[in-house]
């Protein structure tokens, strides 16, 4: 299926990129009715467009472009068109006219055409459980012949790598960013490997490409859908071993139940919207232990009857309590910038910061330090100025969202329960 929407006609230069369009309006016409081009499960309702690559991200990108389009550096210049170039045949001529159309004078807006790229997003269930947040989501696929490991497929490889291009570009300088003629050449690369891949599936004339039905678990309990994403999923006998073996002589750890004792602790800085974020999370002995019964297999309650998720993940090597505790203060930092990042994006534009408090961050696929975390965190207390805020957190849970450990759904711990 060809893509160009204007066969050997360069793209129609971008917008200045000043306007943001309505987030919750992203969509041009060709990919919401895109949706109904596919039968779907009675589960997913009508249907959602879940993108790999954050809409915030994409929105840094975009906010580069037209800069880099009429930059005096002639390389420079000459990178960002072929990348333009590539982003405007890649959508399809339906998006790509749609966008233009939905920007002042016929200048398709950076921001609109990035967020509509068809192989930028995956069709899926209405809000799934495991919100990544800003994190990347990408589509996954079972690895052949493995014990249940999953892998990236490989559009989202090459998203991914667009996307890790991306940000070292945007962090370099101390942050202020190198946007020189290589990256936008290493992105046009990246993008035209995600396009190469992507059209080798068959969507037969259609906007969106297929929903990948595989990779989405419903849990008839709860009503809820999530994505499997990196986590292994074991078979019911591989299961059964893993736990067996875990809770073989395994410590009382009930003394920590309702224990308020600090566990761990951390303290980081960042920017949140222009204000001056001093932010500290904390984990009790009592936070501790409920990762323990929810996220080891050592420790795992089978009794417990709410059970809230679909799916648990377990961290494998967790077999003490100062285990645990050891883990939670390794991890601690990187959840703790994450929830700078999260804060950023849900609660940045706030009028005041007081209006932080209680407020609860329940994020998937989190990178924290190289590892997929899942993470909920609450905010206890917010001090200081508004300009200069000082919070305090508390991490109520985490858990592994990659491949750092297995998953097993609500129906296979049940039937583990039973041959324990």
Same mark, same amino acid.
């Given at each position: ?9 360069? #793209? ?6 000043? @306007? ?6 992203? $969509? ?14 009675? @589960? ?6 879940? +993108? ?43 998006? #790509? ?13 950076? +921001?609109?055409?990035?967020? !509509? ?45 667009? *996307? ?9 300088? !101390? ?14 690369? +990246?993008?035209?490997?995600?396009? &190469? ?20 678990? /419903? ?11 990196? &986590? ?6 591989? =299961? ?15 003394? /920590?139940?309702?224990?308020? !004792? ?17 932010? &500290?999370? &904390? ?11 929810? +996220?080891?297999?050592? %420790?795992?309650?089978?009794? *417990? ?36 990042? *999260? ?18 961050? @329940?994020?998937?696929? #989190? ?11 609450? %905010?206890?207390?917010?001090? =200081?100025?508004?300009? $200069? ?6 991490? *109520? ?10 998953? %097993? ?12």
């Amino acid at each position: 299926m060809t893509t160009s929407p204007v066969a050997g006609r360069p #793209a129609p230069p971008p917008s200045t990129a000043r @306007e943001v369009p309505d987030k919750g309006k992203w $969509a041009v016409k060709p990919l919401n009715d895109g949706k109904a081009a596919y039968t779907l499960p009675t @589960e997913w309702k009508s249907g959602a467009l879940h +993108h790999k690559i954050a809409k915030e991200r994409l929105s840094s990108i975009a906010e580069q472009v037209t800069p880099a389009w009429n930059s005096k550096n002639t390389q420079i210049q000459a990178a960002a068109k072929g990348f333009w170039n590539l982003c405007w045949a890649v959508a399809g001529e339906g998006v #790509a006219q749609a966008v233009a159309m939905a920007g002042p004078g016929g200048s398709p807006n950076p +921001h609109r055409l990035l967020w !509509n790229l068809p192989l930028m997003v995956s069709l899926g269930p209405q809000s799934p459980a495991n919100d990544p947040g800003m994190n990347f989501d990408p589509d996954t696929e079972p690895m052949p012949d493995g014990p249940g490991t999953r892998r990236m497929d490989a559009v989202s490889l090459a998203l991914k790598d667009l *996307e890790n291009a991306w940000l070292s570009a945007a962090g370099a300088d !101390n942050g202020r960013g190198v946007y020189d003629a290589a990256l936008w050449t290493t992105l046009q690369r +990246h993008l035209q490997t995600a396009h &190469t891949a992507a059209e080798r599936v068959d969507r037969d004339e259609r906007v969106l490409y297929p929903p990948l039905r595989e990779q989405w678990v /419903y849990d008839s309990t709860t009503k809820q859908n999530l994505r499997k994403g990196l &986590t292994p999923f074991p078979t019911l006998a591989q =299961g059964r071993l893993l736990f067996a073996q875990a809770r073989v002589n395994a410590p009382s750890i009930a003394a /920590y139940a309702d224990s308020a !004792n600090a566990a761990a602790n951390a303290t980081v800085r960042g920017t949140v919207s222009g204000r001056q974020v001093t932010l &500290t999370l &904390t984990a009790a002995e009592e936070n501790v232990h409920h990762v323990c019964v929810r +996220h080891t297999l050592t %420790f795992f309650d089978f009794t *417990e009857a709410s059970r809230p998720r679909p799916i648990n993940t377990f961290w494998p090597d967790v077999r003490t309590f100062a285990d645990a505790t050891a883990l939670t203060a390794t991890l601690l930092p990187g959840i703790a910038r994450s929830c700078l990042r *999260e804060l950023d994006r849900e609660l940045g534009n706030v009028a005041k910061t007081a209006d932080w408090l209680d407020e609860v961050l @329940e994020i998937s696929s #989190a990178d924290v330090d190289g590892r997929l975390v899942f993470y909920n965190v609450q %905010f206890t207390d917010v001090a =200081g100025t508004d300009a $200069a805020p000082v919070v305090q957190a508390v991490i *109520e849970s985490f858990a592994p969202d990659g491949p750092d450990g297995p998953g %097993f759904t609500r129906g296979d711990l049940d039937l583990i329960a039973k041959q324990l």
